[in-house]
């Protein structure tokens, strides 16, 4: 495998003028695909979530689940399956460009009649894992198998390193001390080439204050023992504010996501923030079930609190009126951004009403065009808006367009300031992340270990993934 210099130097001055910084991030070397065993453990709890969800969280763990199987490796050499093109469209489009109109029942026949279909146009080519969960999911068929083609090449979005050391970090004895600021310095993150999908998140989420008040003060020796993540965050926060370098290299914190994010493979940087923060929250309210049996007052809810707001979608039956009404929370909004030029485009495109075609009334129980309304009923105090830059089917690919985005923004009527941006360069195959950040009332570029301060044309001069946005009051 190909070597890359490491940056971690410690004589470097990582403020240092760099005006190549944004045109040379280090690109990391295509990595292999994940074993099914390694993976199956996690793909079938994914399968699990995916079958009991409903509505926009549905067809987001559907989109986690065919990028894992696309990329998963098997140690045998998997039969390939064509798939009919007109299909892959209906089934890209409801994935990534937000269509609510399911693509149905898989109808291969028409390559049965064509002599000499062209692949990439007439078909694709699936792996047997990838088309036994679609033709499972949707029905349909026939079976055509493709002969000598290899398997899927492999994609990957961001990295991992080797598994880090834990430390142990004294923690504060009781809730009752003097609280801490949550105001966090100006630190880089210590990467050992791999770790840049967590860096960038994780520079974004001290952007918050409320998060790291909460942290700093409320974590302690008596509840921190069954709050892994919160614990592990904090004390991050402890070694940016002990720390006497301008970096630090995160310990306990690695160990922990280590089971979902194994450091031998690389990752993508919003689905380790939609983790990290579920995870916490989890634990926050199984503390709170404890508290509430001991009759202790309860911790803050700041995921919920700050973080989560609310969709509401209701499906109108067009023959006899009936009205069905889904009701979701969202961590983050998955914006498409086909045939858009700005964030508010893209935002307007999620929340238009769309006729759906052939839908199933539970009230008639006929199949009848539907119109389909979505609207936001709660915007968090934090707004996270996630680009869909990335395409895993029927071909894996990244959108590289320019979408404009302000400083200061109106979202559904709703006054909104940036207060983060991730950034991921390159391409599928080798690429890396980077992040912006407003802290101590100044923009600042944070590229692991190397820090350096920005201003607002190098922020909107970006190619957005995740966007941070902050309400104002």
């Given at each position: 495998?190909?070597q890359?210099?490491?940056?971690?130097?410690?004589?470097?001055?990582?403020?240092?003028?760099?005006n190549?910084i944004?045109?040379?991030?280090?690109?990391?070397?295509?990595?292999?695909a994940?074993s099914?065993s390694?993976e199956?453990?996690?793909?079938?709890?994914?399968?699990?979530?995916f079958?009991?969800?409903?509505g926009?969280?549905?067809?987001?763990?559907?989109?986690?689940l065919?990028k894992?199987?696309?990329?998963?490796?098997k140690n045998y050499?998997?039969?390939?399956?064509?798939l009919?093109g007109?299909?892959a469209?209906?089934?890209t489009?409801?994935l990534?460009?937000?269509?609510?109109?399911l693509p149905?029942?898989?109808?291969?026949?028409?390559?049965?009649?064509?002599?000499?279909?062209?692949?990439?146009?007439d078909?694709f080519?699936?792996?047997d894992?990838?088309?036994k969960?679609?033709?499972?999911?949707y029905?349909?068929?026939p079976?055509?198998?493709?002969?000598?083609v290899?398997?899927?090449?492999?994609?990957?979005?961001?990295?991992?390193?080797?598994?880090?050391?834990?430390?142990?970090?004294?923690?504060?004895?009781?809730?009752?001390?003097q609280?801490?600021?949550s105001?966090i310095?100006?630190?880089?993150?210590?990467?050992?080439?791999f770790?840049?999908?967590?860096h960038?998140?994780l520079q974004?989420?001290?952007?918050?204050?409320?998060?790291?008040?909460?942290?700093?003060?409320?974590?302690?020796?008596?509840?921190?023992?069954?709050?892994?993540y919160c614990?592990?965050?904090?004390?991050m926060?402890?070694?940016i504010r002990?720390?006497?370098?301008d970096?630090?290299k995160?310990?306990n914190?690695?160990?922990?996501?280590?089971?979902?994010?194994n450091?031998?493979?690389?990752?993508d940087?919003?689905e380790?923030?939609?983790?990290?923060?579920s995870m916490m929250e989890?634990?926050?309210?199984?503390?709170?079930?404890?508290?509430?049996?001991?009759q202790?007052?309860k911790?803050e809810n700041?995921v919920k609190k700050?973080?989560?707001?609310?969709?509401?979608?209701?499906l109108?039956?067009?023959?006899?009126?009936?009205?069905?009404?889904?009701t979701?929370?969202f961590?983050t909004?998955?914006l498409a951004?086909t045939?858009?030029?700005?964030?508010?485009?893209?935002?307007e495109?999620?929340l238009k009403?769309?006729?759906?075609?052939?839908?199933?009334?539970d009230?008639c129980?006929?199949?009848?065009?539907?119109i389909?309304?979505?609207?936001?009923?709660?915007?968090?105090?934090?707004l996270?808006l996630?680009?869909?830059?990335?395409?895993?089917?029927p071909?894996q690919?990244?959108?590289t367009?320019?979408?404009?985005f302000s400083?200061?923004?109106?979202?559904?009527?709703?006054?909104?300031?940036?207060?983060?941006?991730?950034v991921?360069?390159g391409?599928?195959?080798?690429?890396?992340?980077?992040?912006?950040?407003?802290?101590?009332?100044?923009?600042w570029?944070?590229?692991?270990?190397?820090?350096?301060?920005a201003?607002?044309m190098?922020?909107?001069?970006?190619?957005g993934?995740i966007?941070?946005y902050q309400?104002l009051f």
């Amino acid at each position: 495998m190909q070597q890359f210099r490491d940056t971690d130097n410690n004589s470097e001055n990582l403020n240092e003028e760099d005006n190549s910084i944004n045109q040379h991030v280090p690109q990391f070397p295509p990595k292999k695909a994940p074993s099914f065993s390694m993976e199956g453990p996690q793909i079938l709890g994914l399968l699990l979530q995916f079958r009991f969800a409903q509505g926009n969280a549905r067809r987001e763990l559907e989109c986690q689940l065919i990028k894992r199987l696309v990329n998963i490796k098997k140690n045998y050499e998997p039969d390939c399956y064509r798939l009919n093109g007109t299909w892959a469209l209906k089934y890209t489009n409801y994935l990534y460009e937000n269509s609510n109109t399911l693509p149905g029942p898989i109808d291969n026949t028409p390559l049965l009649q064509i002599k000499e279909p062209i692949r990439n146009r007439d078909y694709f080519v699936l792996t047997d894992t990838v088309w036994k969960f679609l033709l499972e999911e949707y029905g349909g068929g026939p079976e055509i198998l493709e002969d000598k083609v290899p398997p899927s090449p492999v994609s990957v979005i961001s990295s991992t390193a080797d598994r880090a050391k834990s430390a142990d970090i004294s923690m504060m004895s009781s809730v009752s001390q003097q609280e801490l600021p949550s105001e966090i310095p100006i630190k880089g993150l210590k990467n050992e080439l791999f770790y840049c999908y967590m860096h960038s998140i994780l520079q974004c989420l001290m952007c918050i204050q409320e998060l790291n008040h909460f942290l700093l003060n409320s974590i302690n020796r008596h509840n921190g023992q069954k709050m892994l993540y919160c614990r592990g965050y904090k004390e991050m926060l402890l070694q940016i504010r002990d720390a006497q370098s301008d970096y630090i290299k995160i310990n306990n914190l690695r160990t922990t996501i280590s089971k979902k994010f194994n450091p031998k493979y690389q990752h993508d940087a919003q689905e380790f923030l939609l983790y990290l923060i579920s995870m916490m929250e989890d634990e926050i309210i199984e503390v709170n079930k404890e508290y509430e049996k001991l009759q202790l007052p309860k911790l803050e809810n700041v995921v919920k609190k700050y973080l989560k707001g609310q969709i509401v979608s209701e499906l109108i039956c067009k023959n006899c009126k009936h009205k069905s009404v889904i009701t979701e929370e969202f961590l983050t909004l998955s914006l498409a951004l086909t045939k858009v030029a700005t964030v508010n485009q893209s935002l307007e495109e999620f929340l238009k009403d769309e006729l759906i075609q052939d839908y199933q009334c539970d009230n008639c129980h006929k199949k009848k065009i539907a119109i389909k309304k979505t609207r936001i009923t709660n915007l968090p105090r934090y707004l996270i808006l996630h680009l869909k830059r990335f395409k895993f089917f029927p071909k894996q690919t990244k959108i590289t367009q320019q979408i404009k985005f302000s400083i200061e923004s109106n979202f559904c009527n709703t006054e909104y300031k940036l207060i983060g941006i991730i950034v991921h360069s390159g391409s599928l195959e080798q690429g890396h992340y980077y992040s912006y950040g407003r802290r101590q009332h100044k923009w600042w570029l944070f590229n692991d270990q190397r820090i350096k301060q920005a201003n607002k044309m190098d922020v909107q001069q970006q190619q957005g993934y995740i966007l941070f946005y902050q309400q104002l009051f």
